[in-house]
């Protein structure tokens, strides 16, 4: 079993939509949760940072993360054609000096206009 | 801000020789990780430089090696290149153990 899961779609939806994106994770030492979006040939963009349980809002994204059942969400409103890129979930241990991130393979989404 | 940038952007090299890919971290940030992505997965986390000094490796041989800078810039270095080493290379940099930022990745082709 991997230690991060993410199904990797492609998911397609169409503009204005709520998109919602998942990782499900075994390590649970895993205590920092991040969301990056890669267009194709790019680097990786932080879109959203979260520690522990709970919500947090950026604009259109939500980033839920609840440790109870190792589930981690990304929710999309009123998505554009803009957002169609590949959204990887990262998590990572800082304890016990553990600094890496360790990521899920990815979601492909597009939007259509 | 300029950002984490990385060059080259493109390189392609054949099959045993050696290749070196540099990194300029975000200004203020003092940590510079490496990673690898092969098509279609997510990133592996090849290792970590903090105060110059390689503080975690992942699960790389040792044919990977780096270096940091007291600019805090640093190198990836790959020796005995092999056909699977060919990946985009992401250098991420960080305050300490903060948010990690990307930069644009160096693609690397080994024929």
């Known amino acids: 079993q991997k230690e991060v899961e993410q199904d990797p779609g492609p998911l397609s939806v169409p503009e204005g939509a709520i998109v919602s994106l998942n990782c499900t994770y075994s390590?649970?030492?895993?205590?920092?949760f991040m969301w990056y979006r890669q267009y194709s040939r790019k680097g990786p963009e932080l879109l959203m940072y979260?520690?522990?349980?709970g919500n947090k809002e950026d604009g259109r994204f939500t980033a839920q993360v609840d440790k109870s059942s190792k589930y981690i969400s990304l929710f999309i409103r009123d998505s554009q054609p803009s957002d169609s890129a590949t959204y990887l979930c990262?998590?990572?241990?800082?304890?016990?000096?553990?600094?890496?991130?360790?990521f899920g393979k990815g979601t492909k989404l597009s939007v259509i206009p | 801000d300029a950002g984490v940038t990385q060059s080259p952007t493109h390189l392609i090299k054949t099959r045993g020789q050696q290749v070196t890919l540099r990194c300029s971290p975000k200004s203020g940030h003092d940590t510079v990780s490496w990673y690898q992505q092969a098509l279609g997965q997510g990133p592996q986390f090849i290792f970590q430089y903090y105060e110059e000094e390689e503080r975690q490796r992942g699960n790389f041989p040792d044919r990977f090696s780096g270096h940091q800078f007291p600019n805090y810039s640093s190198e990836l270095n790959v020796n005995a290149l092999l056909l699977g080493d060919s990946a985009l290379y992401l250098c991420?940099?960080?305050?300490?153990?903060?948010?990690?930022?990307f930069g644009q990745g160096t693609r690397l082709t080994v024929v």
């Open positions: 390590n649970s030492a895993f205590q920092y």
């Open positions: 991420a940099s960080s305050l300490q153990n903060t948010e990690a930022f």
């Open positions: 990262a998590m990572m241990d800082s304890g016990a000096g553990s600094y890496q991130l360790t």
């Open positions: 979260t520690y522990s349980s």
